[in-house]
């Protein structure tokens, strides 16, 4: 039976950021408070009515509460099928990817990423369209305004389905079909990627290590590398998700994967180590002694592309977000294709991706992907590597300084201070925009100061435009730092301090990033007054 349930005072605080409506999972469990987004969806996104949605999520805790509700509204909308997975686990990639394959409307994922999970933690929805992609802003910014109107939800009442193992169920007129959320997307890879090359070199000395977090990413890494590429049993470490990550930080970084980053950074055991984090996006590539920044995966997998069968035949161009370093820009002139600079968040790529004006493209915040789905893909850059290892027979450090001394390399940080009070966050940001347009000209740094501004971008495909998407200081000599307000944190403000300079490939190639860039952490503290107005002696995460 189909009924509407009546809010009292619709909420107001239900606009999407960077990457969908994250909220601690107590927010989420406010009566009506999952329901009202929802209901804001199903009112919004094209094609409900006898349509087909994907529907999964990174398996923290609210998963299994959420896709309840959400089928039980689908079949009120008129759904006509919905295909979720066992026990709703779903990558973010391989949600992207069964979209495409089924023609779906859209999809719904349940995550907040890298954000801590469990009854304190963080809880998540991401909406994606027909292409697979999140939603444009256009779609996330209507969504946003029906909430903030809405008046009521409608739901049916039904059984709970069992997601348990795969099936085929009904909720009134609307088909439930829970399918193996892991063989799709691993089939895909199959058709990326050899196999076989990556099987023998696995079998040789090359002994590989990866650290699900207790996210999603497990039976998706235990299948391809345990599985079908052979490696031992054990390879996949923390290879069970859990609802609360075993209380870690599903963030795959330095500070946050710290025990693999111990593993290859300190020890001998392993020639090649990766994480991926809660939504399996995201991914850290190590290798003996070496992290390698994910501004630099993106152009060696760029410039090593013809390794891979899938893009043997060429990249039709690339794209980064702003803050990430140019190291790829180089890579896309000495091959001479195209390279675009997009805002933060996977959104902006979609149009290009679609528009096939670029093959691959990546983020400095460990993302990193193809035109083979619509999200970044966490799982897909571990098996790129692999594939170049395989191919070129040296280890990661090599590929490394090997790309250096072709290239240049491109010396690259992220300073985050988290969780500083909301107000203070803002006025320092204000203040140093304020400040921007005077300082062209001026010296920073030991260097003069090119262009200064917020940045906007002018989308090539739709000519949508997108304004105030960080402010960036760039100086004469092509180095930068950028500064933005993050777009995804649940507890008062995140600042992000992006730094980069380059060093021609006849340079100093093998400097520590930190110290290469010290000038300008130096210089950008003391204009923004960064220490003093958040209180805090250090960033806390640096990668
Ligand atoms: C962060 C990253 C951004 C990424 C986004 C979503 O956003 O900086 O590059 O696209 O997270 O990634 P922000 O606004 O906090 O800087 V995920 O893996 O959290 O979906
Ligand atoms: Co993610």
Redesign the pocket.
Known sequence: TQRQVHLNTPFNDQKP????LRKSSKQFEQTNYLESFIEAIFQTLPGVEGGTLILGGDGRYGNHRAIDVILRMGAAHGLSRVITTTNGILS?PAASHLIRANKAIGGIIL?A??NQGGPDGDFGV?VNGANGGPAAESLTNAIYACSQALEKYSLVDADVIPLETPGHHAIGGMTVDVIDGVEDYVELMQKLFDFGRIKDLIKTDFPVVFDAMHAVTGPYAKRLLEGLLGAPTGTVRNGVPLEDFGGGHPDPNLTYAAELADLLLNGKAYSFGAAC?G?G??NMILGRGCFVNPSDSLAILAANANVAPAYADGLAGVAR?MPTSAAVDVVAKQLNIDCFETP???KFFGNLLDAGRITLCG???F?TGSNHVRE?DGLWAVLFWLQILAERRCSVADVMTQHWSRFGRHYYSRHDYEAIASENAHGLYNRLESMLPRLIGQPFAGRQVSQADNFSYSDPVDGSETQSQGLRILLEDGSRVVV?L????TKGA?L?VYLECYEPSHGNLNQDPQHALADLINGIDALAEIQKRTGMQRPTVIT
């Open positions: 950021g960077t990457s969908g973010t995550s990423s890298h991401k984090d939504d996006d995201r977000s933060t968040g996977w983020e400095e915040s993302g970044k933005r993050s777009g995804t944190g995140t992000r």
